[in-house]
Structure formats: structure tokens, C-alpha cells
């Protein structure tokens, strides 16, 4: 395969062989603070020069905008991200506002914790609540459109951020949302999403016709924090049940090194299928003009 998606940073590109495969997921672990938002937020803004649109933030952290999202984007791109919040119920009028296409972040995924809190016991075993369940699908009436319009407008990339530490994931809710975004909404079929969401779909057979975009070539950058820090713990983190990391394309760390009498931010990718990847473990920096890799 030649054609690449580019990191943003020419040097991680060389490290990943060329850069990313395009349509696979990379997920990148990482201490808070050590730079995961800033290489997301930089790959989004490439794609404005490589794509002909930048791509899109979903927010999931709940702790309000503490990664800072709207202040890196500001000053480090030039880029005023401003919030989705068109919503498309069934049978209503789809189409976004021209200044919603113009809002590339998404904070409407806001759930934490363990997956028990959001079950109850059923005949059957353990099953969601189904005042949860409703929730949750009255805010895919906001998210998948999000998705949708601004992938049929263009844009090939997206990143998902503010995935917390958690020891096994399997019992979180986090990787249980992601997974349902990541296999409905991001891979799915254009026409289809497109006639799911456009209804009565006679009306907006046009809009869909014209407006199909090859899903395969939607890559997706995953942030995820862990309590680990050091890069060596990183290196050797083993993968736990449900860790999306075991089906992820390309894993990248992100951790810090004591070298002497500094304390060095380091990065290694750890796997990368499909491609020839550098073994080299690479001081970066994250400064005013954000992620630099040596």
C-alpha cells in the first residue's frame, strides 16, 4: 500500500513508515498531560491541506473542558472549534445550519465509570437501563448526523479523546460506547447512514446520491489515558479483556523518561500492521507551537 495518511508531523510519518494506512484505527496511550491532545488536534488540523477538510473531535470526558480543546485549537491552528449541536429526529428536516458545518467537536458523549452502573438484573442476566438506553439514543440523534454531514462534506478524520484509565475495559462503558460509534456510525455504509438519517428518503435522494464518501478511508485516532507514565510501563503494558488496543491497527505511546537531570517526554510506536514502522524510541516536545517531534 503507498497512499499514507499523514500524522501532521513528518517525522512520526517516517517512524510509521509513510504515515497511517488510511481507514484503520490507532490508538495512543498516555498519562494526562503528556501531549495526546495536542498530536490529535494537530492530525485533525492536517487534514484541512490533506483532505480539503479538517476532521472531527469527539470529546469524551466529562470533566468539562479541561483537555483544553477550544485553547490548543485556538492558538496552535487558528482554528475557532466551535460545538455541534444539530440534532435530526425522525422525520424532521436534516440538514445542518451553515455554521454547524463549521463545528468540528462533539461533547455529547459524556458517560464514565463501570458498566454495572448503567445495568439492572434481567431474567436474562445483566442488560442497560432503560432510561440509560433512551438517553443514549436520543443523543445518537445529535451524534451520527455529526458524523455524517461532515464526512459527506469531506473530512477523513476523526479523533475520539478523554478515554479515562481503567484497569480492565471490558467492565467500563467507555469502550462499549466507542466500539458502538466506531462500527455503526464511523464504518458504516454512506447510503445507508445517509437513508437512516435523511426521511423520508425520497425527499433527500439527491442530497444522498451526490454526497457518498467511501467509509474505508475514514482513519480514527483514539486518546487514551492510563496511570502508567513512564514509557518503559507503556512498552510492556500488557493488553486487558476488551482493551480496544488488541484489534487497533497501530498502537503509539506516549510517556516520560528520566534522562540525567530532565525529565523526558518519549514516544514509540509499538505496533503498526500492514506496514514497515521504525523501532525507535523518539524525544518530542510539547511546546507553544505544540506536539514536535524531534
Request: hydrophobic content about 40%.
Amino acid at each position: 500500500m503507498t497512499t499514507r495518511v499523514s500524522t501532521g508531523s513528518s517525522r512520526l510519518d517516517e517512524m510509521l513508515g509513510g504515515g497511517l494506512l488510511p481507514g484503520t484505527l490507532t490508538v495512543v496511550y498516555g498519562a494526562t498531560g503528556i501531549g495526546k491532545t495536542h498530536l490529535g488536534l494537530g492530525f485533525c488540523d492536517h487534514g484541512a491541506r490533506a483532505d480539503g477538510a479538517r476532521g472531527i473531535v469527539f470529546d469524551m470526558n466529562v470533566r468539562g473542558d479541561s483537555q483544553q480543546h477550544h485553547a490548543y485549537a485556538a492558538r496552535l491552528h487558528n482554528w475557532d472549534l466551535k460545538r455541534w449541536t444539530h440534532a435530526v429526529l425522525p422525520m424532521a428536516e436534516p440538514y445542518p445550519p451553515d455554521e454547524q458545518m463549521q463545528a468540528f467537536y462533539s461533547d455529547a458523549l459524556p458517560w464514565v465509570g463501570k458498566l454495572r452502573d448503567y445495568q439492572v438484573a434481567s431474567p436474562d442476566g445483566l442488560e442497560f437501563d432503560w432510561n440509560w438506553k433512551a438517553q443514549y439514543n436520543q443523543v445518537l440523534y445529535t451524534v451520527r448526523p455529526f458524523v455524517y454531514f461532515h464526512l459527506a462534506a469531506g473530512s477523513r478524520r476523526i479523533v475520539v479523546d478523554g478515554i479515562e484509565p481503567m484497569d480492565v475495559p471490558s467492565d467500563y462503558i467507555q469502550p462499549y460506547i466507542f466500539d458502538d460509534l466506531y462500527r455503526k456510525t464511523i464504518h458504516r455504509d454512506s447510503e445507508t447512514l445517509g437513508m437512516e438519517i435523511c426521511m423520508p428518503v425520497w425527499k433527500h435522494r439527491t442530497f444522498i446520491d451526490a454526497h457518498r464518501y467511501d467509509h474505508t478511508t475514514v482513519t480514527t485516532l483514539l486518546l487514551v489515558t492510563t496511570e502508567e507514565t513512564q514509557l518503559d510501563h507503556l512498552i510492556a503494558r500488557k493488553v486487558a479483556a476488551g482493551d480496544v488496543g488488541a484489534v487497533a491497527n497501530t498502537i503509539v505511546v506516549m510517556g516520560s523518561e528520566r534522562v540525567g537531570n530532565r525529565l523526558v517526554r518519549m514516544l514509540c510506536v509499538v505496533k503498526h500492521r500492514g506496514s514497515a514502522k521504525s523501532d525507535e524510541i523518539a524525544e518530542f516536545r510539547v511546546t507553544e507551537r505544540g506536539f514536535e517531534l524531534g
